[in-house]
């Protein structure tokens, strides 16, 4: 939809854009199509929209997809939706709100999604933790949320996020888009990241509870040295002083290391090491 097709839509519903709900409507024609060429569409792919707003990616998604399942929590936006794509046997509109959205009947699937910026991260969270994770996922977020999916070691934009993320999709930026490309015009800039998941498990699924829990203490006072945060946990993973200086020997990491500091590769070491030495659970 152009720019004032949109306005002339919003006034028609009597819809004030909710900044509460992340209510940012693309009118940049140019951007849908990278948007949907980045997720590789195949003619049978089922792909998940969240917040579709006034459809300005539906309609693309409809032409190069099987099947295209929209969840829209506003609804207004899904009667205008209803009448827009009219009978479109292709389409499935779900009013509801995504973060309670059962998303594993859905699977396989796809996710191509301007994603509200209110609630991002939560959502991303949901998708990358479902027993039934996407197989690739294209979304509009903040930078700021891009920065941090694709960030390296020993940036400022690395973290918890992008461990959690990267543990189960290979992340990349693939495009900057201005305020201006939306109604209204957000307050930050935005990007689109393509995450595809990875061929193969990085990390044995007995070993991604203790992989998180290192983690999340590693990062939470993240300009503290492990030594001074991992030996203070109490989780099923009990690390002392003694058996952090060995495993990070072991890996070659010195007793300074910081958790901004460790790769991916090294965080997936340093919790096998500190799992295979850990004591027995009592039966």
Partial sequence: MTPNETRAALERLTLQPSRAMGQNFLVDRNIAYLIVAAAGLHADDTVLEIGPGLGALTELLLEHAARVIAVEKDGRLCEFLRERFGRRQKLQLVH???????????????????????VATPLMQRLVD?????????????????????????????????????????????????PRCFIPPPAVESAVVSLRLAPHPLLEPALEAPFKELVRAGFGQRRKMLRGVLPKLATRVQVTADKLEAALKRL????????????LAQWLLLTRELVATAPAEPK
Avoid: C, W
Wanted: no cysteine; aromatic share 10%.
């Fill in 96 to 118: 509801a709100d995504a973060l309670e959205f059962d998303f594993v009947p859905v699977a396989p699937f796809k996710v191509v999604a301007n994603l509200p910026y209110a």
């Fill in 130 to 178: 479902s027993p039934a994770r996407p197989q690739r996922m294209v979304l509009t977020v903040q930078r700021e949320v891009a920065d941090r999916l694709t960030a390296r070691p020993r940036t400022k934009d690395y973290g918890a996020l992008t461990l959690f993320t990267q543990l189960y999709y290979e992340a990349r930026r693939e495009h900057i888009i201005t």
């Fill in 252 to 263: 070659d990491l010195p007793p300074t290391a910081r958790g901004e500091e460790l790769s």
